[in-house]
Nanobody
Framework: QVQLVESGGGLVQAGGSLRLSCAAS????????MGWYRQAPGKQRELVAD???????NYAAFVKGRFTISRDNAKNTVYLQMNSLILEDQAVYYC???????????WGKGTLVTVSS
């Protein structure tokens, strides 16, 4: 089993920045991909960004150039640096990791990001 602890959400003014963190712990052989998803009220959960163990990244078009995903494999932690936040970024952000063997996806409980005008 894998436990995910997310932190870093909160209230920020439009144009501001936040950094989310997600630390994985528990019993697992290794972590393959790590990523962040978000879900706004009344909308489906959507991918924000993900990153492979080797560091290859993938971003949703709506965050390119504003958000940066990174990970520390030694700490089993993934980060999401969010800059130039806009009102539309307001959502609950969820961390997701996929273990290697077996390949199982685990979700965090989510952290709320509120963007004020």
């Amino acid at each position: 089993q894998v436990q995910l602890v997310e932190s870093g959400g909160g209230l920020v003014q439009a144009g501001g920045s936040l950094r989310l963190s997600c630390a994985a712990s528990g019993r697992f052989l290794g972590i393959a991909s790590m990523g962040w998803y978000r879900q706004a009220p009344g909308k489906q959960r959507e991918l924000v960004a993900d990153i492979t163990r080797g560091g290859a990244t993938n971003y949703a078009a709506f965050v390119k150039g504003r958000f940066t995903i990174s990970r520390d494999n030694a700490k089993n932690t993934v980060y999401l640096q969010m800059n130039s936040l806009i009102l539309e970024d307001q959502a609950v952000y969820y961390c997701m990791v996929t273990t290697t063997t077996p390949a199982v996806a685990y979700w965090g409980k989510g952290t709320l990001v509120t963007v004020s005008s």
